[in-house]
């Protein structure tokens, strides 16, 4: 029982967020993704390793811009897979676009 009302709790916060409208939500998840960039010392330090193996033309402070903008990215990301998962086919038709 304790299990499932923690993991109602985890769940609600996305639901929530969800009813946000886009731009708001795009705000939030890139808010998110900086603060993951912040405090994810470890995550920061995989994709900054990767970056310079991937990318050793590019300075440090280019890495470092495009790491924050991939956090960015992906916090976005996150918060709005909730549209998804719990949003109107309405509202999921008219951000999403089917190609072939």
């Not at 731009?23 to 995989?46: K, W």
């Not at 991939?70 to 999403?96: D, K, M, P, T, Y």
Request: hydrophobic share 55%; with cysteine; net charge positive.
């Amino acid at each position: 029982m304790l299990k499932k009302l923690l993991s109602h709790a985890a769940v609600l916060p996305f639901w929530l967020l969800h009813l946000l409208p886009l731009p708001v939500l795009a705000l939030v998840g890139r808010g998110a993704g900086l603060a993951l960039y912040a405090f994810g010392r470890r995550r920061r330090m995989i994709a900054q390793t990767n970056l310079v193996w991937c990318f050793p033309e590019l300075d440090e402070a280019a890495r470092r811009r495009l790491a924050r903008a991939h956090f960015q990215a992906l916090g976005r990301s996150v918060l709005e897979r909730g549209i998804l998962w719990w949003g109107s086919r309405a509202r999921v038709e008219r951000l999403c676009r089917l190609v072939g």
